[in-house]
């Protein structure tokens, strides 16, 4: 599976970005997709998880109820819409697919990873 981010860029403290995650060469709705960033200097951390389904969510606690995880099974893309952003969410993030079974947020649980694209928040 290849995984290609796009969406990225520079946003003033309190805007929105949306990021996009386009996959091709498996069958998309296999996988558990997740969201991961990266800032300099910091291991990657989890962000955000969807089911195979897009039924279920899972977020961790520093962007709940500031970032929405979505799917498109008909589109192969994963999608992660951005809201209220601080300075502390500058960094590169990530796409991820895993099969594993349930909302996966371990990076060694995830078997493909997109290139990053980078997100800066200026204040």
């Known amino acids: 599976v290849q995984l290609v981010e796009s969406g990225g860029g520079l946003v003033q403290v309190g805007g929105s970005l949306g990021l996009s995650c386009a996959a091709s060469?498996?069958?998309?709705?296999?996988?558990?997709m997740g969201w991961f960033r990266q800032a300099p200097g910091k291991e990657r951390v989890f962000l955000a998880v969807?089911?195979?389904?897009?039924?279920?969510?899972y977020y961790a606690d520093s962007v709940k109820g500031r970032f929405t995880i979505s799917r498109d099974n008909a589109k192969n893309t994963v999608y992660l819409q951005m809201n209220s952003l601080k300075p502390e969410d500058t960094a590169v993030y990530y796409c991820?697919?895993?099969?594993?079974?349930?909302?996966?947020?371990?990076?060694?649980?995830?078997?493909?990873w997109g290139q990053g694209t980078q997100v800066t928040v200026s204040s």
């Open positions: 991820a697919a895993s099969l594993r079974l349930g909302l996966v947020q371990e990076r060694e649980e995830y078997d493909y």
């Open positions: 060469g498996g069958t998309f709705s296999n996988y558990v």
């Open positions: 969807i089911h195979q389904s897009g039924g279920e969510t």
